[in-house]
C-alpha cells in the first residue's frame, strides 16, 4: 500500500479528521452498544432468510421474472423516494424510539405475507407492497442509527463500533442465506417469512433495553419548517468539501458493488465455466462477503495509523487493481481470492467514509446528510451500477460489464489523489 500520513492530534474541520475524544472503554463494556448490537445480528439473520425467501415466493405466486425485477429494485428505491424525508424525521425525534416504532411496524408488516398466505388470499400485489413497504420502513430505522450510535459510543469509537455492525451483519447474512434453502423446504416461502417477522419484534425488544435516548435538540417552537430542515442537511453536506467528496467516492464504490454482484453468475458461467447448480458458484458469493467480515477486523487497525482521507489513497487503487485481477482472470480459483481481498477493500472504503461523516456531522444533522449519503449510494449508485454493466454485457460481453465496476473505483481513486495533490501544492504555494 502507498505510504500515507499518520493520525496527528490536531482538529481539522474540512480538510481532514475529527480529533479522538474519549477515555478508551471497551465496546463490549458499553452496554447501550451491546444491546443495539445483538439488535442488528438478530434482525440481520431474519432479513438474511428473507432475502432468499421473498424471490422465491415472488416467483412461486406470480410467474414473472417482471416482478421478480421490481421485488429487487423495491430493496433500493425507498432511499430514492424518501431518504431526505427520513433523515429529517430522524433529525426531529427520539431515534431510540423511532427505531422501535419502524421495527414493530415491520414486524406487522412481514407477517401480513405468511397471514394471508395461510388464509388463501396471498396475491403477488401484497408482495410487492410488502417488499417496498419494508425497505421504506428499514431506511426510517437507519436514518434514525446515523446519529444514534455516535450517541451511544461517542465519536471516538465509531471506527470500531460501525465495524463491529457490519462484520456481524455480513456473517449473519452469510448464514441466513445459507440455511435460508432448507428452511423454505420445512416451512414453505411464506411461512419462512414468519421468522423475519419475529427477529424484527425481537430487534424492538432488545433495543427497548438501551437506556440512552436523543430527543431533538431543539424544541418543537424553535425548530425550522420541514423544507428548511430538510435544506440544512443538503447544505452542510455542499459545503463540506471532503464529505462531499467522499459522498462521491461512496456512491461510486456502490456502483462497483451493483455491477459485480449483477454480472457475478454470468461472469462464473461464460468465463470460468461454472454453470447452472455448480456449487463453485455459491463459494464466489461467499468469497465476497467473506472478505467484507476482513475489512470489518481491518479497517480499526488501518484507522488507528491513518485518518480517514488519506486511507482512501491507498485502499481505492487496491482495490481497482483486485477488481482487474478478477476481470481478466479465467481460473475460477484466482477469482476466488481475489473476490476475498477486493470486498475486504470494498467494505472498509465503505465503512471508512460512513464513520467519517458521522465523526465530522454536527449531532443535530446525522440523519440528514447520512440518509442523502445512502441515498446517493444505495439509491442511485447500486441499482446504475447493475443497469449499466448489465447493458454492457448484452451489446460488448462480460468481461466488459464487469470492467465497469473497475472504471468505477479507478475514478475514485484518481479523484482523491487528484485533491490530495491539489492540497500539497496549495500548502507549498
Avoid at 424484527?200 to 424544541?219: E, G, N, R
Wanted: charged fraction near 15%; hydrophobic fraction near 50%.
Amino acid at each position: 500500500m502507498t505510504s500515507l500520513p499518520r493520525k496527528n492530534s490536531k482538529n481539522i474541520k474540512d480538510t481532514g479528521d475529527p480529533t479522538p475524544e474519549a477515555p478508551d472503554i471497551p465496546l463490549r463494556r458499553v452496554p447501550d452498544f451491546r444491546w443495539f448490537w445483538l439488535s442488528r445480528v438478530v434482525s440481520g439473520l431474519g432479513s438474511a432468510v428473507t432475502t432468499v425467501a421473498l424471490p422465491v415466493l415472488t416467483f412461486q405466486e406470480t410467474g414473472s421474472p417482471l416482478m421478480l425485477s421490481l421485488v429487487a429494485a423495491s430493496a433500493t428505491l425507498p432511499y430514492v423516494v424518501f431518504g431526505l424525508i427520513a433523515g429529517t424525521v430522524a433529525d426531529r425525534t427520539d431515534r431510540r424510539r423511532l427505531m422501535i416504532l419502524t421495527d414493530w411496524l415491520n414486524a406487522v408488516c412481514i407477517a401480513s405475507v405468511p397471514a394471508a398466505s395461510a388464509l388463501g388470499i396471498l396475491t403477488g400485489g401484497q408482495v410487492l407492497v410488502v417488499a417496498f413497504a419494508s425497505a421504506a420502513l428499514g431506511l426510517f430505522f437507519d436514518a434514525g442509527v446515523y446519529g444514534f450510535v455516535p450517541d451511544i459510543v461517542g465519536k471516538d469509537k465509531l471506527t470500531e463500533a460501525n465495524s463491529a455492525v457490519y462484520g456481524a451483519q455480513t456473517v449473519v447474512r452469510i448464514a441466513g442465506n445459507a440455511v435460508a434453502g432448507g428452511l423454505i423446504v420445512l416451512f414453505r416461502p411464506a411461512g419462512t417469512l414468519a421468522l423475519d417477522a419475529l427477529s424484527f419484534a425481537a430487534s424492538a425488544l432488545l433495543l427497548k433495553a438501551v437506556t440512552h435516548t436523543s430527543p431533538s435538540d431543539q424544541p418543537a417552537g424553535q425548530r425550522p419548517g420541514f423544507k428548511e430542515s430538510v435544506r440544512e442537511g443538503l447544505r452542510f453536506l455542499h459545503h463540506h468539501s471532503t464529505l462531499r467528496l467522499m459522498t462521491v467516492v461512496g456512491t461510486l464504490q456502490s456502483f462497483s458493488g451493483g455491477a459485480v454482484i449483477g454480472q457475478l453468475v454470468v461472469f462464473a458461467d461464460r468465463v470460468l465455466g461454472i454453470h447452472g447448480s455448480d456449487g463453485r458458484i455459491g463459494l464466489l458469493y461467499m468469497a465476497w462477503s467473506a472478505g467484507g467480515i476482513g475489512g470489518s477486523f481491518l479497517l480499526p487497525r488501518l484507522r488507528r495509523r491513518f485518518e480517514a482521507f488519506p486511507l482512501l489513497l491507498g485502499v481505492l487503487p487496491a482495490g481497482a487493481l483486485l477488481g482487474l485481477a478478477v476481470v481478466l482472470s479465467s481460473d475460477w480459483r484466482v477469482t476466488l481470492v481475489a473476490l476475498t481481498v477486493w470486498g475486504s477493500a470494498y467494505l472498509v472504503v465503505l465503512v471508512n467514509t460512513m464513520t467519517y461523516s458521522q465523526e465530522v456531522t454536527p449531532p443535530e444533522l446525522q440523519g440528514r446528510v447520512n440518509t442523502t449519503r445512502r441515498m446517493l449510494s444505495s439509491g442511485l449508485g447500486v441499482p446504475l451500477g447493475a443497469l449499466v454493466a448489465g447493458t454492457l454485457t448484452v451489446r460488448v460481453g462480460v468481461r466488459a460489464g464487469m470492467s465497469t465496476a473497475v472504471v468505477s473505483i479507478a475514478l475514485a481513486a484518481l479523484l482523491v489523489w487528484g485533491v490530495q495533490v491539489h492540497r500539497r501544492v496549495r500548502a507549498a504555494a
